[in-house]
């Protein structure tokens, strides 16, 4: 075998899907720090950091609070097998691909009965509904998706969590596309188990999985009278590595740590309401485009994660075509939809260091160009639009 | 909360520790290139080629061929829980940490029958042993590690598939310490499923598990009655990923795919013959030195993995106080032991590019220095003696 001489590099593109989004340039000079070893005493003060700086993120003070050596699903399937034990049941909340994800998980348990709260893709689940399921079955768990990347819709949790403690239910929500870019205080909500993913909001490198762990759920997966299925996913095991006396549990993706350390440092330094902010205010300048575009969200209006805009394709436009198009044209990639929106929507992220004006202008400008060519003929100018929400935010 | 504005450099180690080894300069250039997202065909033709790369470093023609987003522990859970149903039996041969960590793994799935067949801990398990209980328990799958980190010791395999797939077993191997570094051809040894980790022989950072299954393993897994347990781990949909159709299931771990890439581009340049030679020619250098110091190597000699030296700490000596001293003093990393022998024993890489004459030569002489300090008087100079195996290879 020869390897291939002419090894292509990688393009440079304008990360504007649900995830990845662009690093900083200071989290791609932490990638090249040297490597050390997984048990040297540099690194242990790292997780320490890690650790601490998550809690802010979080919003918690969650002693176990760390990050798995995996992609946010692996930060999902943990929540679920962690908490669910034989004979359990689980209530999920279902409007999205990924809240259905969670729905895969539970039915590959063993003996777990999975109720699944169903909602209309691009609502809510209708709370009232959630709730009533919760008193109904009494379940071990109640897990749903705060943002869901597949539809855009930001379900609401407050009041989720005392009707869940109350039947003695614990709480565990997705934060993959909303951690450290939509408000999610895990203490102030009582989450119990709250995981996300390094890429989206965060902007660190795909990879890694934070996941905060209240003492009530951390005593629950302590009690279980059958071990974890997963010695991979222990929590436990991953709370002792993370813990004062560091146990060995696996080898750490040191150079990740040191990406998402970087990266957590930078949303202390913006500070997280400021954050939060300019998540919401590019949010809403690409909503405001679109709109004048004549374009429709995908996501009802009042249920809007800030972080992921759905849009629908215009009738007779292939939503997978024009993303090709945004990609091969001008570099920037958005996503199309999952499922059965495959081809008919688009997803647009609004994402940590990828949430920026020029590039809401770029995604917005390059719909214009591309929209033209199928006749498509908008009801106004989506960038002028977008132009002035950032006008009145500085007005 | 302020982050800590004077955050310190990482050090510059020398690698030695049985993983993570040291990076060559072209995989840390390697991940510093432009993110760009999961579905980036950039990306889709990255880990095509990825797959390739691993499927000439197994030398293997499986199609199911990949890595996945987890440590090499990860590997080896997805090796057991795919391959194992209720119902099935499993047999392990356990002579040391990571095969116990199997053993681990097997005990937490439901209804499986985990036969261990023991060995002495710086010995192979007795292969006529094994071979026996194959035939006597008839099992579902039969796991061996390949080289045991814990031990140093190299399993031998030959003659083990055919006894496995004469009773309808699978064989699954643990190649997490010796895949990239020492001679595994996968497919002549007929082995079923095969799991390694980025960061060890193959110099790539840590967080990536290189997996191989053959049509065989695979057919069984897509005939299974019962889901795969797990769904992060569930190596049929990691198939479909790597597939000719790259089907969704994760957001690849980008950046640390674009580093393995490279690292596997530099094993096929340096050739896999030359690169497992390099392998014994510095682990001969580094026993030499061992023995010429007096010192005892833990693992049987005729048995030695050539990517991990055991080496005995001599009486009343604390492994664990060299190992920090040679850190702090001469910033080289070796491991102390696991288990029982943690502060008995060190535990010396010769990996990947970490595997080096200088690198070799920093051990042996730390290890000279660190102990005259506790009166260890050294039967013979440990760096003439790796000198004189380094002459005879050129001479």
Chains 1, 2 share one sequence.
Not at 38 to 45: I, R
Not at 81 to 93: C, H, K, M, S, Y
Not at 263 to 274: D, M, N, S, T, Y
Request: glycine letters at 10%.
């Amino acid at each position: 075998m020869t390897t291939n001489m002419s090894v292509k590099s990688a393009p440079e593109r304008i990360l504007m899907a649900p995830g990845p989004s662009n690093l900083h340039p200071r989290v791609v000079q932490a990638l090249i720090a040297p490597l050390v070893g997984h048990k040297d005493p540099y690194f242990l003060d790292l997780l320490d950091e890690t650790a601490d700086l998550l809690r802010h993120v979080f919003c918690t003070r969650n002693a176990a609070t760390f990050a798995l050596p995996g992609t946010g699903g692996s930060g999902m399937e943990a929540a679920l097998i962690n908490v669910l034990q034989p004979g359990d049941t689980v209530v999920i909340a279902s409007a999205g691909f990924f809240a259905q994800r969670m729905v895969d998980i539970c039915e590959r348990l063993n003996d777990v009965n999975v109720v699944v709260v169903p909602g209309t893709w691009g609502q809510p689940v209708d709370h009232d509904v959630l709730l009533e399921a919760v008193r109904q079955h009494r379940p071990r768990a109640v897990a749903v998706v705060h943002g869901e990347t597949s539809t855009g819709v930001e379900q609401p949790l407050a009041g989720l969590a005392d009707s869940c403690h109350s039947v003695g239910a614990l709480l565990l929500v997705d934060a993959v596309a909303t951690l450290g870019g939509v408000r999610l205080p895990v203490d102030d909500l009582g989450i119990d188990v709250c995981f996300s993913g390094s890429q989206k909001c965060l902007s660190a490198p795909p990879g890694l999985a934070p996941i905060t762990i209240s003492d009530r759920a951390l005593a629950a997966i302590q009690a279980r009278r059958t071990p974890v299925q997963s010695w991979y996913l222990d929590l436990g095991l991953h709370a002792g590595l993370w813990g004062p006396d560091h146990t060995y549990h696996h080898t750490s993706p040191v150079l990740s740590l040191y990406a998402l350390a970087e990266a957590l440092r930078i949303v202390v330094e913006e500070g997280l309401e400021p954050r939060l902010a300019r998540h919401c205010l590019h949010s809403a300048a690409l909503s405001a485009g679109i709109e004048a575009m004549g374009l429709e969200q995908f996501a009802a209006r009042g249920f809007r994660v800030p972080s992921v805009v759905t849009v629908l394709a215009p009738e007779g436009v292939s939503a997978l075509t024009v993303r090709t198009q945004l990609l091969d044209e001008v570099n920037v990639e958005i996503s199309a939809g999952l499922g059965e929106q495959a081809d008919s929507m688009w997803r647009i992220g609004v994402m940590g260091h990828s949430a920026q004006r020029a590039n809401v202008m770029l995604v917005l400008s390059g719909l214009e160009q591309v929209l033209s060519r199928y006749g498509y003929a908008p009801r106004g100018s989506g960038t002028s639009a977008a132009a002035a929400v950032y006008a009145g935010a500085t007005a």
